[in-house]
């Protein structure tokens, strides 16, 4: 029955990116200024919106840690998992950010790079959050998924600055879409219809590989258990 | 079958990435002012530039989904999971 379930929301989500694909190629209109390399668009943002949703649900998981690890340690290890989860997939979305962009500003701007704000904060959210990773993958020892913890915690600082940045700064990166003034906003309701099909789509998708990613960890935290169980009970014996 | 399954997502990531690699290196160099077919080039180039986005975004999901899905299916789990910890 589970197994159903996870299978008809795969294939939804399969479904729903198709769908939102048609959306932001065949159904919303060009933009008058920069035309089809806007379309990027349905991409980009919604890549940038759901690595923030994830990073909040990594720092959930890393202040979760910190506060179940000496009284509730299986409690502990899932809100780790989370916090492991949200990351990685956090990562992934903002490399797509960070890889579309570029594409995108070429032909907006004429340049791949430039060490404005918006761009300058998410780089260096993107290589805290693969620190933490690195940090996971290599250190060793029973401190390694507290000072996880808190580098993920210092880490997601870093998504107000992003947010923010092109609102506290002069920036080369375009004004905030949403939420940045009276004239901001998607005016064209197509154009609105298939950022928020897409919208939809990414958040189905990284929901579905942050489960997967979750099921995983809590997989191998489970057979550490059982391993640290058994070298006991055979210490004991 | 889980198996190959996601190594067949791995390899859809591997083109996809060429791909993209090969829509920027391969797109013509920006037309000047000047030139006949300047809008035309402009288009062109936009067009790339949209499908190289858009490939290399499925090249990473479908990358990290490939990775993921071989590590779940791989065995014995405590074996890679006491080596990921430095313990192995």
Redesign the interface.
């Known amino acids: 029955m589970k197994r159903a379930i996870l299978g008809l929301y795969a294939a939804a989500t399969v479904g729903l990116m198709a769908w939102a694909?048609y959306q932001a190629i065949y159904v919303a209109p060009d933009e008058q200024t920069?035309?089809?390399?806007q379309?990027?668009f349905y991409?980009?943002v919604p890549?940038a919106m759901v690595a923030f949703l994830f990073f909040a649900i990594s720092l959930a998981g890393c202040i979760g840690y910190l506060a179940l690890r000496r009284n509730h340690p299986t409690r502990a290890q899932i809100a780790d998992a989370w916090a492991l989860a949200g990351a990685e997939?956090g990562v992934?979305f903002c490399?797509?950010v960070l890889?579309?962009g570029p594409?995108?500003g070429?032909?907006a701007w004429?340049m791949w790079w430039t060490w404005d704000a918006r761009l300058t904060t998410t780089l260096l959210l993107w290589l805290i959050y693969v620190s933490y990773l690195l940090l996971r993958?290599?250190?060793?020892?029973p401190q390694?998924q507290t000072l996880a913890a808190v580098l993920g915690i210092f880490g997601a600082l870093d998504v107000p600055i992003v947010y923010m940045s092109n609102r506290w700064w002069r920036t080369q990166h375009p004004a905030p879409v949403f939420g940045g003034g009276p004239d901001s906003g998607i005016k064209d309701p197509k154009m609105l219809a298939a950022f928020g099909w897409n919208l939809l789509a990414w958040v189905a998708?990284g929901l579905m590989?942050l489960g997967?990613?979750y099921?995983?960890e809590r997989?191998?935290?489970k057979?550490?258990e059982?391993?640290q169980l058994e070298a006991i009970g055979a210490l004991q014996a | 079958m889980k198996k190959i399954f996601f190594r067949l997502l791995a390899i859809v990531s591997v083109v996809l990435l060429a791909r993209a690699a090969y829509l920027v290196l391969t797109a013509p160099p920006d037309p000047t002012y000047a030139s006949a077919n300047h809008d035309a080039v402009i288009a062109q180039l936009g067009h790339l530039f949209r499908q190289a986005a858009y490939s290399i975004t499925w090249a990473i999901q479908l990358g990290y989904l490939a990775w993921v899905g071989l590590k779940w299916s791989k065995k014995p789990l405590v074996e890679s999971s006491a080596a990921d910890n430095g313990r192995g």
């Open positions: 694909y920069m035309h089809e390399v379309r990027i991409y980009h890549s997939v992934v490399s797509v890889v579309t594409l995108w070429r032909r004429g993958r290599f250190a060793a020892g390694m998708w590989v997967l990613r099921y995983v997989k191998k935290q057979a550490i059982r391993e």
